[in-house]
């Protein structure tokens, strides 16, 4: 039996950045809030926060960190990626999207980002701020993009009710149609497998090395994040029913927190041990992660 026992919460983080950052040694966040919504804030576990992280001109959507904790990336609705160091030094800025960005997300093992635009393009550069290529898809707001284990391939949750699967290597896009828009989108860290959230409250599990597919029931409403944890023990997912969920990699679920809002963004800590949970009514929730026998 796994629970989800409440630890902490944290006031004023704002909604419209659901997409959080935690630094890879896991003792701070990188998150916005909504008294602020231009400026990255850099706090530890207990919401004190130490560093400001200003220069956007619009609202923040999305901030992530490398792998190596090296750098954090914030995406604008100024039609900007800002790559900061962990004390707060702006590094690179790149600023050849045509519209604002929604999301935006490293590679694992390459220094290489992914940026995508609310109308639908993914953009990709290098931590220089260097212009590498365009990924294209029909016009639709991009909510989520994740990249494989191995840098081959990237998916992307889109408004148009699909899942874009790129391979990166060989230049080559697979289409995977929902029966509604596609908000959340995860790899696990094994190789071929990953998962996405719908608008109908269902999960779905892809292989794509073996082509397979499983869709689960998740939620009564739309899924809106989904993530693995980093061992792929578990994966959770958030929904506008208010829920945030773990279920085990097969599909099962394990544990089940109701909150007072609609759930939005879900992260795990680096050793797997807390989850990360936003709500509409901005309050991020911090839980342990409880394992019984």
């Given at each position: 039996m796994i629970l989800l026992k409440p630890y902490k919460t944290i006031e004023d983080v704002s909604e419209r950045c659901w997409q959080l950052g935690i630094s890879p040694d896991g003792k701070y966040l990188a998150l916005v809030l909504a008294s602020r919504p231009d400026v990255v804030q850099l706090c530890d576990l207990n919401g004190k926060v130490f560093k400001q992280l200003e220069g956007h001109r619009?609202?923040?959507?999305?901030?992530?960190?490398?792998?190596?904790?090296?750098?954090?990336a914030s995406a604008s609705a100024d039609k900007t990626v800002r790559i900061w160091s962990p004390t707060g030094?702006?590094?690179a800025l790149f600023d050849r999207f045509d519209n604002g960005v929604e999301t935006v997300s490293y590679a694992p093992s390459l220094p290489i980002l992914a940026g995508g635009q609310i109308d639908g393009y993914i953009v990709m550069f290098d931590?220089?701020?260097?212009?590498?290529?365009?990924?294209?898809?029909?016009?639709?707001?991009?909510?989520?993009?994740?990249?494989?284990?191995?840098?081959?391939?990237?998916?992307?949750?889109?408004?148009?009710?699909?899942?874009?699967?790129?391979?990166?290597k060989i230049q080559m896009k697979t289409i995977y149609i929902h029966p509604g828009p596609v908000y959340g989108v995860s790899f696990a860290k094994t190789n071929g497998r990953l998962v996405s959230g719908c608008e109908d409250g269902n999960l779905r599990f892809f292989n794509i090395v073996e082509a397979e597919t499983k869709t689960i029931q998740g939620h009564q409403k739309r899924v809106i994040d989904v993530t693995f944890s980093?061992?792929?023990?578990?994966?959770?997912?958030?929904?506008?029913?208010?829920?945030?969920?773990?279920?085990?990699?097969?599909?099962?679920?394990?544990?089940?927190?109701?909150?007072?809002?609609?759930?939005?963004?879900?992260?795990?800590?680096?050793?797997?041990?807390?989850?990360?949970?936003?709500?509409k009514n901005q309050v991020l929730h911090i839980f342990d992660i409880v394992k019984q026998v």
């Open positions: 619009d609202l923040i959507n999305s901030v992530a960190f490398a792998r190596d904790g090296r750098t954090l030094d702006l590094l931590i220089g701020a260097n212009y590498i290529a365009t990924l294209h898809s029909p016009k639709g707001r991009i909510f989520s993009i994740d990249w494989s284990v191995d840098n081959s391939y990237l998916a992307a949750a889109c408004c148009d009710s699909k899942m874009y699967l790129f391979n990166i980093p061992d792929d023990s578990l994966l959770a997912s958030t929904s506008f029913d208010k829920t945030v969920k773990l279920f085990d990699r097969y599909g099962n679920q394990k544990s089940e927190y109701e909150l007072d809002s609609e759930a939005l963004g879900v992260i795990f800590s680096p050793d797997g041990k807390r989850l990360f949970v936003s709500a």
